[in-house]
């Protein structure tokens, strides 16, 4: 925790309903079972307004409703009140979800105009980096002395992806405002990719680092958002999207990174891109209300040794784009029935095993609409996530005006402190050679 917050209270959330026996063990699904155990972290910043209850005066009467209101939730969403039994199993045995109260001495509004990603971890009820998953689901509120609260939670990603988060919160804020309708899931999602024997487990891990973990905050405005479509557009990706554009831009720049820290060694670079298969199912309502990792992770692999820059930003551009698509209902048939998905996962092991693998891992939130998540006080003034324990590894998300993107970056501090450099320095010469470019072009109208 930061100097400044103090922790009122600590206490286990129990859904208000007993969960019934013949619901008491769920199975997790393949895709479940590939991800390691660590927390997604996520906070919301709500600015005080008397109008709407949130005040300085009644900080314990809204802590005890968020508590009744997260109990209530919780019975629709047992689940995430149990416990991993192990890689196959989640024990729905009511255990219960920490709740975290505490108070800072400072103003919401200060806290946020220059975000310090070390000072968004004290809004957090643990630490996503280091903490060891032991409950499913973590909330923390933070009051301020102005009245606003920032709400904080940790998800573990062995349960959950970030769709199944948001409809959680979207459920939770809805009963704390006393609706009774919103979006229910289903826990199934083991009857449409059955588990696998232990060799899935954990797949991922790889991704997971040993070194201490930092992370940065990139902030891409409108005017670098259009300099870096200008440079992705070609003949094979003539429409770039924001995400892709994003998602490129870091992954050059980590291949930049990792060549100067060992220029003489082989290395090939992957570039992993989790894509959400709900919406790519046909049709697409099979889906949609399923609970869980329902998502996959294609990549895209490049062994360039030079940095041919605008060049090398089509090259990966299309190659991304490709993995991208490949997530198409064909091949989400094939991964149910078979193990098309695992196979193309498990196509790396000899690059793993040598060492010779240097990866990035990417995660787009910009279709959600976090900026509308309603507890009764009005939107958030600013929605953010944190340092996830995870190497090389960035999650995109709108910015707080909607026409821009936010990268939240983690990796190592050495890299971070490369990549900011190199970051700000080439987003400068892309800005000046969209400028150089529309420049030349209205001097050739005149000829």
């Known amino acids: 925790m930061g100097a400044g917050v103090q922790v009122i209270s600590r206490e286990l959330i129990k859904p208000s309903s007993e969960t019934p026996p013949h619901l008491r063990k769920l199975k997790l699904s393949y895709l479940d079972q590939s991800l390691p155990s660590f927390y997604v972290p996520l906070v919301f910043f709500y600015q005080a307004d008397e109008l709407r209850g949130l005040t300085t005066c009644n900080p314990v009467q809204i802590s005890q409703r968020l508590k009744q209101s997260l109990s209530k939730t919780l019975t629709?969403?047992?689940?995430?009140?149990?416990?991993?039994?192990?890689?196959?199993?989640?024990?729905?045995?009511d255990a219960g979800v920490e709740f975290i109260e505490a108070r800072l001495n400072g103003q919401l509004m200060d806290a946020i105009q220059e975000p310090d990603v070390e000072d968004v971890k004290?809004?957090?009820?643990?630490?996503?980096?280091?903490?060891k998953v032991t409950t499913l689901v973590a909330v923390q509120t933070t009051f301020f002395d102005c009245g606003g609260v920032a709400v904080g939670l940790c998800f573990s990603h062995k349960i959950a992806d970030f769709t199944s988060i948001m409809v959680f919160i979207n459920a939770w804020a809805a009963t704390f405002r006393g609706d009774t309708e919103f979006s229910r899931f289903s826990f199934d999602l083991a009857s449409y990719f059955p588990s696998r024997d232990s060799r899935v487990s954990d797949f991922f891990r790889f991704l997971q680092s040993d070194e201490k973990q930092t992370a940065k905050r990139f902030v891409f405005d409108k005017e670098k958002l259009a300099a870096l479509k200008q440079i992705a557009t070609s003949l094979s990706v003539k429409n770039p999207t924001r995400v892709e554009v994003v998602s490129v831009f870091f992954w050059k720049h980590f291949m930049e990174v990792a060549k100067s820290r060992n220029p003489e060694e082989k290395r090939t670079f992957a570039a992993f891109q989790a894509v959400n298969v709900r919406a790519r199912k046909i049709p697409p309502q099979l889906l949609e209300n399923v609970s869980g990792n329902c998502f996959m992770v294609p990549f895209a692999i490049s062994e360039s040794t030079e940095c041919r820059d605008v060049e090398e930003f089509h090259d990966l551009t299309r190659k991304l784009r490709s993995a991208i698509r490949k997530i198409n209902e064909e091949y989400i048939q094939k991964s149910q029935i078979g193990n098309s998905y695992l196979d193309d996962l498990f196509s790396l092991s000899p690059l793993l095993f040598k060492g010779e693998l240097e990866s990035c891992v990417f995660s787009s939130w910009c279709g959600f609409p976090v900026y509308k998540v309603d507890y009764g006080w009005g939107n958030p003034v600013w929605f953010c996530s944190s340092c996830w324990p995870l190497k090389n590894f960035t999650v995109l998300m709108n910015s707080r005006y909607g026409d821009g993107i936010e990268a939240w970056v983690s990796t190592s501090k050495e890299n971070i402190e490369m990549l900011e450099t190199q970051v700000n320095l080439q987003l400068l010469c892309y800005i000046a050679y969209q400028f150089l470019n529309i420049f030349t072009h209205d001097i050739t109208m005149f000829y």
Do not use: H, K
């Open 122 to 131: 004290q809004y957090l009820p643990l630490d996503p980096t280091t903490d």
């Open 76 to 93: 629709s969403f047992y689940p995430l009140a149990g416990r991993i039994e192990d890689d196959f199993v989640v024990d729905c045995c």
